[in-house]
């Protein structure tokens, strides 16, 4: 007979269990991304994470001590969750909407979730309050909500390009049947030239929104982006001599090919680094930088998640005005004289169309940073 193991003693199973270990609890709190703050039955912070340093951008000694309400007291939400919890001793959340002010950077978009602590007699001791930040959420929001309006953009577009091409074709056709007639030294010939010239300006628009409602989808291989953006980069150069733009290049070579259209992926980093260019009147920089993502992974049902690989674009230039960011990728929307208002809405198509994101962030006077996250692997 196999050998019994002995019973173990309730007073061993609790010796191993983690509530007996409060140091579990201080390393959990230390490296969690949540932030957490605690009160006591007074009101009185007593727990302050880092994740919550993080966040305030103020420091645990700094607040250690202080109630709840002078804490919060220009955040009325806040005040309220922290409120409901340690004086009617019931737990509350709070899922969207609510913002947590800080002292020196931005407002930030949180979740929030706060409920009593109990004694082991049932005795109420205070409250915790659990904060989440959502920024990358949002900007995943944001970035959807972008690339469901051009899907449908898409759409129309492409129906309105194939009603327009044929008749197109025809005013074409009559006008250089017109300029044969005429002879060219006839003084109506220039007109007939304005006339073909036009009709193709047209016929050129027209081929990209038919890019832009283009369902078929991207031809998939292994592209090298260092070589992609490398070429590009060179030959950027090149058209920018006189304006004395320096290009920097910062590709990370352990990053392996990606699988996705070359020839779309091109187009996409030319029209970025283009317009990267474009932006900078005279004498400043233009990045490009390649790294794994920190932030996102692309995860199927059934496969393994995928690495993300961003691709940044920085330029220094004059930027655009936080009322424009979010029609910029309206197709004819531009802030370029002269420029078509379809490159960023085809660009945003691309990535979409390789499983990917586009964030975009710009201070006007200083500078647009555009960041292109790709997945390693195709799903």
Excluded: W
């Excluded at 090149?238 to 920097?248: G, H, L, V």
């Excluded at 005279?282 to 790294?291: A, K, M």
């Amino acid at each position: 007979m196999p050998p019994k193991h002995p019973k173990r003693r309730k007073e061993d199973m609790l010796e191993a269990s983690p509530r007996s270990d409060p140091n579990l609890y201080a390393m959990i709190l230390e490296n969690i991304d949540r932030a957490v703050i605690a009160f006591d039955h007074e009101g009185k912070i007593t727990l302050f994470n880092p994740a919550m340093e993080a966040f305030t951008g103020r420091s645990a000694r700094q607040v250690m001590g202080a109630h709840f309400r002078e804490f919060f007291h220009d955040q009325k939400e806040l005040l309220y969750l922290a409120g409901v919890a340690l004086e009617e001793g019931r737990s509350i959340s709070d899922d969207e909407g609510l913002t947590l002010q800080r002292t020196n950077a931005e407002p930030l978009p949180v979740n929030a979730y706060a409920a009593p602590i109990f004694s082991s007699d049932g005795k109420q001791n205070g409250a915790v309050m659990i904060i989440r930040d959502l920024t990358r959420i949002k900007e995943l929001e944001g970035t959807l909500r972008r690339a469901d309006r051009l899907s449908l953009l898409g759409t129309l577009a492409a129906g309105l390009a194939h009603e327009i091409k044929n008749p197109l074709g025809g005013i074409k056709g009559a006008a250089q049947l017109l300029a044969m007639e005429l002879g060219p030294e006839q003084e109506l010939d220039e007109y007939t030239g304005i006339m073909i010239r036009e009709v193709d300006r047209i016929n050129s628009i027209i081929e990209e929104l038919m890019d832009l409602g283009n369902p078929h989808p991207p031809e998939i291989g292994e592209v090298n982006l260092s070589k992609v953006l490398g070429d590009i980069v060179l030959l950027q150069k090149e058209a920018t001599r006189s304006k004395n733009i320096d290009f920097k290049l910062r590709l990370d070579p352990s990053i392996p090919p990606i699988q996705g259209d070359e020839k779309l992926l091109t187009r996409l980093f030319l029209n970025l680094i283009k317009n990267a260019r474009e932006a900078i009147e005279r004498d400043g920089e233009v990045l490009v930088e390649t790294r794994i993502s920190s932030n996102y992974h692309l995860t199927s049902p059934g496969q393994r998640p995928s690495p993300m690989v961003d691709i940044k674009v920085r330029d220094s230039g004059c930027g655009i005005a936080d009322e424009e960011l979010d029609r910029i990728f309206t197709p004819y929307f531009t802030t370029k004289s002269g420029g078509s208002g379809l490159g960023l809405a085809i660009s945003q198509k691309v990535v979409k169309d390789h499983n990917g994101f586009l964030k975009i962030e710009s201070i006007p006077e200083t500078g647009t940073t555009i960041t292109v996250s790709l997945p390693l692997r195709r799903q």
